[in-house]
Structures are given as structure tokens and as C-alpha cells.
């Protein structure tokens, strides 16, 4: 970058810089470097040197402390859970109604208390840059129909009309599938949880300036104008008497914004309040060379073009609405 703008200072835009970390013995010392020009002629560089070493460690302690805490946490809720579901199958005999509401309460607070540690694992995992990600030739059809028809009891149970309007022959992208699958989830879930019954809800596919745009359009509550920038900020969750009434963390969009930009991919938020919400996703379309592997095998052949940190083993999507949907707490 410094030799191009040397060479070509007319390359440089303004307000343009490099931002470099680099470990000094064991010191991290954030670099901010931009070039100095008199008139046409590219003179040298301006550099910042800070030594960020206190900051680094304060955050990666937070990574970790959370990492640590949700691990833990899950440990004693599972056989929370099974007790409980044992109880209610009857394994200890028959209960009374009101010991029946008690243990369906238990129950119940014990999947919120599932999907906020698997919330706050997902997180912690994509803040510590250990999530399991692997990019390869995906097809978003595809991805589409399958998270589609697992959300379609959800949609009859809630009254709505789920479809896709996802554009025929539609290049692959460049992805990490069981990703996209965790991102639609995630914008779905929402849809359905968020609008009344006899609402709709639409995922649409398509092609536009050289990126994927998906696209989940609900006829739900929306969203005021005023808060459409906190939603994907963790543990916001909107004061609108429907939000409050169902459970949720807060955290599935914060996740959905991460995973969109591991991708090097956006997600923006239009909405209506009382007319509905559109949540769109961009992914990068397969490089053109990388089109010719797909011809020359059948989808079977996919290959894995590119990975990244694999020690984990994969998140847990979202919970299907059905588990969080009708749920609240004592
Ligand atoms: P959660 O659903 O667990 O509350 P999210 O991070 O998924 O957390 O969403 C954050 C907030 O954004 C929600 O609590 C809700 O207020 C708002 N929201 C998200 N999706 C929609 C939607 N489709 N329609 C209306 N509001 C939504």
C-alpha cells in the first residue's frame, strides 16, 4: 500500500490509512500509518505507534471468562432438563396440576437458560476467533428449501404463511453452509416469533450487484425507526409488549452480524412499525474460475476451497421457534 502510494499518489483517498498489530517481544503495539504528500509528490508517512498490550489482554480475559461461565453453566442444566422430563413422563409416579405447572415451569426456564448459553458459547467462540469455519462452494437454494421446510410446522402452528421467492439458477456462493443455515435460522425464527397469526412470512435469493442478497420480509410488528440501529447490538431486545412476552436473549442477531462478516458480507434491517421488517444478507458469489471445479463434477464433488480455524466443534443454531415460542417465565 505505502509503495502504491508513493508510486501513484494520485491512489490515495482521503481520510485512507493502514491499521497493523504487531507483537514486539511481549508487547502488542497497534500501528496507524498514512502517507504524507507535498502537492503531487508522496513525501513519507506519518506512523502512530500505541501499545495496546493492557487492552488485548483485558479483552481476551472477557472472551474467556464468558467461554468459561457458559461451559460451566451447561453442565448442571442438562440433567436439569432430563429430570424435569422425566418427572413429567411420569417416571415417579403420577402429579397433582399443581405440581405438573411447577415442573412445566422448571422445564421452561431451563430451555431459556439452554439457549442463552448456547448464545453466549456462540459468541464467545466468534469474539475468540475459534469458531469452526469453513468457506466452499454453497448453494443458497438449497439452504433456503431446507431451513424453510423445518420452520413449517412452527409457521402452522402460528398461522402464517411461510414461502420462498428465491430466483431460479442462482450461482453458488462462497460460504460456510452449516453458517448460512445458523444465519437464516436465526433471521426466520425471528420472523415467525415476531409476527401475529395470518401474517406472512417470505425468504427471497437473489443476484444484485455481483453479491447474493437474502432477503427474510415478515408483515410483523417491525421495528421503530429509532431503535432499527440497536438490533444488532447484544442483549437489545425492543420494549414492544409481544418482544417482552416471548423469551429471547437478545444475542441472535448480534451472532448473525458476526457470522455475516466473517463472510465479508453486510446485514441491514428495513422496517415499518405494524407494517413488517425485510433483514438482508449479502454473501460473496463464487469466483468465476472456481465455477469451472462445478462443472467439471456433479454438486456431490463440492471442493473446500478455503479454512480457517477449525478446533471446535460447530455452534448450535438458534432453537427452532417451537422451543421458544408460547414459553414464558414464572
Ligand atoms: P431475541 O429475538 O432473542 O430477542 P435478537 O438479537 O434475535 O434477540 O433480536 C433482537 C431484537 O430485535 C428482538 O428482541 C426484537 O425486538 C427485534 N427484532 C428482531 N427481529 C425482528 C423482526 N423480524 N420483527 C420485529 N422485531 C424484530
Known amino acids: 500500500m505505502i509503495r502504491e502510494w508513493a508510486a501513484n499518489p494520485r491512489s490515495y483517498r482521503p481520510g485512507e490509512f493502514l491499521d497493523a498489530r504487531v507483537t514486539i517481544g511481549d508487547r502488542i503495539v497497534s500501528v496507524h500509518l498514512a502517507p504524507v504528500f507535498m502537492g503531487e509528490e508522496f513525501v513519507g508517512t506519518v506512523s502512530v505507534f500505541r501499545d495496546i498490550t493492557a487492552e488485548v489482554e483485558a479483552e481476551r480475559s472477557r472472551v474467556e471468562f464468558i467461554s468459561m461461565v457458559s461451559h460451566e453453566l451447561r453442565t448442571p442444566i442438562t440433567p436439569i432438563l432430563g429430570y424435569a422430563d422425566l418427572l413429567l413422563m411420569?417416571?415417579?409416579?403420577?402429579?397433582?396440576?399443581?405440581?405438573?405447572?411447577?415442573?412445566?415451569?422448571?422445564?421452561?426456564?431451563?430451555?431459556?437458560?439452554?439457549?442463552?448459553?448456547?448464545?453466549?458459547?456462540?459468541?464467545?467462540?466468534?469474539?475468540?476467533?475459534?469458531?469452526?469455519?469453513?468457506?466452499?462452494?454453497?448453494?443458497?437454494?438449497?439452504?433456503?428449501?431446507?431451513?424453510?421446510?423445518?420452520?413449517?410446522?412452527?409457521?402452522?402452528?402460528?398461522?402464517?404463511?411461510?414461502?420462498?421467492?428465491?430466483?431460479?439458477?442462482?450461482?453458488?456462493?462462497?460460504?460456510?453452509?452449516?453458517?448460512?443455515?445458523?444465519?437464516?435460522?436465526?433471521?426466520v425464527a425471528n420472523a415467525c416469533q415476531y409476527t401475529l397469526p395470518g401474517g406472512e412470512v417470505v425468504v427471497c435469493a437473489r443476484v444484485e450487484g455481483g453479491e447474493m442478497h437474502i432477503t427474510v420480509r415478515d408483515t410483523g410488528i417491525g421495528i421503530p425507526p429509532e431503535i432499527?440501529?440497536?438490533?444488532?447490538?447484544?442483549?437489545?431486545?425492543?420494549?414492544?409488549?409481544?418482544?417482552?412476552?416471548?423469551?429471547?436473549?437478545?444475542?441472535?442477531?448480534?451472532?448473525?452480524?458476526?457470522?455475516?462478516?466473517?463472510?465479508?458480507?453486510?446485514?441491514?434491517?428495513?422496517?415499518?412499525?405494524?407494517?413488517?421488517?425485510?433483514?438482508?444478507?449479502?454473501?460473496?458469489?463464487?469466483?468465476?474460475?472456481?465455477?469451472?471445479?462445478?462443472?467439471?463434477?456433479?454438486?456431490?464433488?463440492?471442493?473446500?476451497?478455503?479454512?480457517?480455524?477449525?478446533?471446535?466443534?460447530?455452534?448450535?443454531?438458534?432453537?427452532?421457534?417451537?422451543?421458544?415460542m408460547g414459553q414464558e417465565s414464572r
Not at 157 to 165: A, K, N, T, Y
Request: proline share 8%; aromatic share 4%; no cysteine.
Open 90 to 187: 411420569g417416571a415417579a409416579g403420577e402429579q397433582t396440576p399443581v405440581e405438573r405447572d411447577f415442573l412445566t415451569a422448571i422445564k421452561r426456564n431451563a430451555d431459556r437458560l439452554t439457549l442463552l448459553v448456547s448464545d453466549l458459547l456462540d459468541l464467545s467462540r466468534i469474539e475468540s476467533g475459534r469458531l469452526e469455519f469453513s468457506l466452499q462452494e454453497t448453494h443458497v437454494d438449497e439452504i433456503v428449501g431446507n431451513v424453510l421446510a423445518g420452520f413449517q410446522a412452527t409457521a402452522r402452528e402460528r398461522r402464517l404463511l411461510l414461502r420462498s421467492e428465491a430466483e431460479a439458477s442462482l450461482p453458488p456462493v462462497m460460504a460456510d453452509p452449516n453458517r448460512v443455515v445458523q444465519i437464516l435460522s436465526n433471521l
Open 228 to 324: 432499527q440501529g440497536k438490533v444488532f447490538d447484544r442483549f437489545f431486545r425492543a420494549d414492544h409488549p409481544l418482544v417482552q412476552s416471548v423469551p429471547g436473549t437478545g444475542l441472535g442477531l448480534a451472532i448473525v452480524k458476526s457470522l455475516v462478516e466473517m463472510h465479508r458480507g453486510r446485514v441491514w434491517v428495513e422496517s415499518e412499525p405494524g407494517t413488517g421488517s425485510t433483514f438482508t444478507f449479502t454473501l460473496p458469489i463464487l469466483p468465476v474460475d472456481q465455477m469451472a471445479l462445478r462443472q467439471r463434477g456433479p454438486r456431490a464433488g463440492r471442493k473446500r476451497l478455503e479454512a480457517r480455524a477449525q478446533t471446535v466443534p460447530p455452534t448450535h443454531p438458534k432453537p427452532a421457534a417451537p422451543a421458544r
